[in-house]
């Protein structure tokens, strides 16, 4: 633990905690976003404590300059961004930095995520400087409170450039030396992942620099860039600076700096999750509440995709009215597999059933249904967020499991509607199979089963109401 005081500043979206011990932050709270366990508490995304460690660091690199480890003096012990007031500046000097004087200043902006973190070096001395400036955060590798085998999130770095684009790190890549970084950039940043929130340091502007990342003690490791700072000539002061984001990770973010939207994992369906959920988001604007948000942008999925699942449900319907000829074929032909199937094809033709036209057009619709998933799990906007009654919070789990129970019974009708394979062992599986996902989403947060029984029980209404009205149909035409 640092042992320099604490200076603690106040925005109307942050409180950080900076030590004068190296000048760092070591403690970030977000006003604006609940704490996972006591809502009472604001949510805190940079820390150091026993056992877990999420800091922001910074230094200068050169002889003489001080580092993350150097002594830092500051006028006051405690700062608020006052009334009226759109920034708020907050000035650490170096103490013993040699050749140079050295003040490390933090920018703070009202209703923004943003902090500057710059460095003005007078040169003392009698030669030319040239320093590096290295911007840095250093976390162990413990996963965040919340996430789960069930909802796996990535927790770890990633790195961003116009060429590479976007890349997350793993922890073991790092201690394996395995991490590729961009070589040579000319722009990008690097941040910190884990689920709902980011931290990422962003250069000022684009120039050269320098990514890395390292395996320090026991299990923290580091992430960082380095840049460099022009010549400064004796008895003149250079200046560098980056920007820190410390927040929720949204997609508009790319406002930001490029590629900072990314942040919001939506996994390999990024294409199909963005637009789904800014459809999501404007029907919020509209109902503002996200549970009847995600009911009505299913129910609009399903009515895209009305035509193929309709189309699947009458293929099922018709091997619902044909699966007692083809128990007799079954009971014809015994174990005699190539006979079997011979007259399994025929009678499909003659029926004019299509085996594969009640899966065909489900699979295409898979992509956009999964792609929903992870638009609901990734958004942090659903943190927190009620939907009505018992549901306070739409990432978390059902707290009386209401809608596991629902969805599993859902589950059960569409079972009972499809046909009954032939195979004994495929039919067991589908009896067994709504009780495995029951408990499953015992797991998932309330919003995620919110869409998958909203999804289950429109696709019921509308097989029942297919298969009745073919059925009605054939019954017509054997009266007649």
Not at 72 to 77: K, R, W
Not at 331 to 359: F, H, S, V, W
Not at 413 to 439: C, E, G, H, W, Y
């Amino acid at each position: 633990m640092p042992s320099g005081k604490n200076i603690v500043v106040t925005t109307d979206t942050l409180k950080v905690v900076i030590n004068t011990a190296g000048g760092n932050i070591q403690h970030l709270d977000l006003l604006k976003h609940k704490d996972t366990d006591d809502q009472s508490k604001p949510f805190t995304l940079l820390q150091q404590q026993a056992g877990h460690i999420y800091v922001a660091q910074s230094g200068l690199l050169g002889n003489d300059l001080p580092t993350h480890n150097a002594e830092f003096t500051v006028a006051g012990d405690n700062y608020r961004l006052a009334e009226g007031k759109d920034t708020l500046e907050v000035r650490l000097t170096a103490m013993d930095s040699g050749s140079a004087r050295v003040t490390k200043v933090y920018t703070f902006h009202r209703s923004k995520y943003l902090v500057d973190v710059g460095y003005e070096i007078e040169n003392l001395g009698k030669t030319a400087l040239l320093p590096s400036a290295y911007y840095q955060f250093v976390r162990d590798s413990e996963p965040v409170a919340g996430s789960s085998k069930f909802v796996p999130t990535f927790t770890g770095p990633a790195v961003y450039t116009e060429k590479d684009k976007f890349e997350k790190i793993e922890f073991a890549d790092i201690e394996k030396n395995k991490v590729k970084l961009p070589a040579n950039p000319e722009d990008g940043w690097i941040g910190m992942l884990q689920h709902y929130f980011v931290s990422a340091w962003l250069p000022a502007s684009k120039g050269s620099r320098e990514f890395y990342t390292k395996k320090l003690d026991g299990n923290e490791f580091s992430a960082g860039v380095i840049l460099p700072v022009a010549s400064i000539e004796p008895g003149q002061t250079g200046r560098i600076s980056a920007t820190l984001y410390a927040g929720p990770a949204q997609t508009r973010l790319d406002k930001i700096a490029p590629g900072l939207g990314l942040t919001v994992d939506y996994g390999w369906l990024t294409i199909f999750s963005t637009p789904l959920f800014w459809l999501m988001s404007h029907i919020n604007d509209w109902v503002n509440n996200w549970g009847v948000s995600i009911i009505l942008l299913t129910v609009l999925i399903k009515l895209a995709f009305f035509p193929l699942s309709a189309a699947s449900y009458r293929s099922m319907a018709k091997m619902r009215q044909v699966s007692p000829k083809l128990e007799k074929i079954k009971q014809q032909y015994g174990d005699d597999r190539e006979r079997l199937n011979k007259a399994m094809m025929e009678l499909y033709k003659t029926e004019k059933i299509n085996p594969l036209g009640g899966c065909l057009p489900m699979l295409i619709q898979i992509p956009v249904f999964i792609a929903l998933y992870w638009a609901i799990l990734s958004s942090v906007e659903l943190r927190h967020a009620p939907f009505f009654g018992w549901i306070t919070d739409l990432s978390a789990t059902d707290p009386y499991y209401v809608l596991p129970l629902i969805m599993g019974i859902s589950m059960m009708v569409q079972t009972k509607l499809n046909p009954v394979p032939p195979d004994p062992m495929q039919a067991k599986l589908m009896q067994i199979m709504p009780i495995v996902f029951s408990v499953v989403f015992f797991f998932f947060p309330a919003g995620l089963v919110l869409y998958s029984v909203v999804n289950n029980l429109l696709s019921i209404a509308q097989q029942w109401y297919i298969t009745r009205s073919l059925e009605s149909g054939h019954k017509g035409v054997a009266k007649a």
